[in-house]
């Protein structure tokens, strides 16, 4: 019938969702990048920082489209998809179950059947594999073992970008 409700109700589950995916892929970045020297003032500083982030997030006024309008479904339903591929990446690269990876995978799979915009995700990967080569103390001896340790990383989220490629032709 004419009813939206629940339309209105899964798309405001589906932004609740990214708000909270967002929150602890802000985390991780908060933990590695923070800069203070003692261990509960960078554990306080990454709460804040992720709780902050996320906060803006959720709460941004002027694109409440997103979540009111049918015809925004799209938009949350993919930048749902692609942050949780990307923390379930942040967790698999932190020495995490296979699983993760997996979980990833299917991720992305789901945001590039949603809309084509999930096609950035392994750019984004990439540069945070550059930020993980910089955390881990990334020298210029360390820059070609690291690309080439990056590069595997982002060899299956690349093939099914091409696979993608091949089916939308």
């Given at each position: 019938?004419?009813?939206?409700?629940g339309?209105?109700?899964?798309?405001?589950?589906?932004?609740?969702?990214?708000?909270?995916?967002?929150?602890?892929?802000?985390?991780?970045?908060?933990?590695a990048?923070?800069?203070?020297?003692?261990?509960?003032?960078?554990?306080?500083?990454?709460l804040?920082?992720?709780?902050?982030?996320?906060?803006?997030?959720?709460?941004?006024?002027?694109?409440?489209?997103?979540?009111?309008?049918?015809?925004?479904?799209?938009?949350?339903?993919?930048?749902?998809?692609?942050?949780?591929?990307?923390?379930?990446?942040?967790?698999?690269r932190?020495?995490?179950?296979?699983?993760?990876?997996?979980?990833?995978?299917?991720?992305?799979?789901?945001?590039?059947?949603?809309?084509?915009?999930?096609?950035?995700?392994?750019?984004?990967?990439?540069?945070?594999?550059?930020?993980?080569?910089?955390?881990?103390?990334?020298?210029?001896?360390?820059?070609?073992?690291?690309?080439?340790?990056?590069?595997?990383?982002?060899v299956?989220?690349?093939?099914?970008?091409?696979?993608?490629?091949?089916?939308?032709?």
């Amino acid at each position: 019938g004419l009813n939206a409700l629940g339309f209105h109700i899964t798309n405001l589950l589906f932004h609740l969702t990214s708000t909270i995916a967002l929150f602890f892929v802000s985390l991780r970045l908060g933990k590695a990048f923070g800069g203070e020297s003692t261990q509960s003032n960078l554990r306080g500083s990454a709460l804040a920082f992720a709780f902050f982030s996320s906060l803006i997030f959720g709460l941004y006024p002027l694109h409440p489209e997103a979540v009111s309008w049918i015809t925004g479904r799209v938009d949350t339903i993919v930048t749902t998809f692609i942050i949780v591929s990307l923390w379930c990446y942040m967790q698999w690269r932190d020495g995490k179950s296979i699983f993760w990876c997996v979980g990833s995978i299917v991720s992305l799979i789901l945001g590039l059947l949603s809309k084509e915009m999930a096609i950035t995700l392994p750019a984004t990967m990439a540069a945070y594999e550059v930020l993980l080569w910089w955390e881990r103390g990334g020298t210029r001896k360390t820059l070609i073992p690291g690309a080439l340790n990056a590069i595997k990383a982002i060899v299956p989220f690349a093939v099914v970008i091409a696979l993608y490629f091949v089916v939308r032709l």
